[in-house]
């Protein structure tokens, strides 16, 4: 049986709102002009358990539609999963 643990807090949610680790990226494309470019972080690139498919461009493009803006994002080194992403509107 697995071991019943009384009186542990629940952690406050993490969402979008309170995520401060996307922070420098908004600020970073807010300041972007239209083909302007940034290889993307490290940090950013998400990799699908199952797949092992890389999830970059999808990120890159919900942050970007937030802000009123649009992007294309291209792979500049495939096997140091490295990525590119320009304003694009």
């Known amino acids: 049986m ?3 643990e009384k009186h542990i807090p629940i952690p406050s949610a993490r969402n ?3 995520d401060n ?8 494309i807010a300041e972007m002009k239209i083909g302007d ?10 990799a699908n358990h ?3 498919r890389l ?3 999808r990120n ?5 539609k937030r802000s009123g803006k649009k992007c ?5 080194d495939k096997d140091k999963n490295i990525f590119r992403c320009w304003r694009t509107e």
């Open 37 to 46: 470019s940034f290889i993307i972080p490290k940090e950013f690139v998400i």
């Open 72 to 76: 294309s994002v291209r792979t500049v």
């Open 50 to 52: 199952t797949s092992g």
């Open 60 to 64: 890159m493009y919900n942050l970007f």
């Open 2 to 4: 697995i071991k019943i």
């Open 55 to 57: 999830f970059v461009g």
């Open 16 to 18: 979008a709102s309170t």
């Open 21 to 28: 680790s996307f922070d420098e990226l908004r600020e970073t």
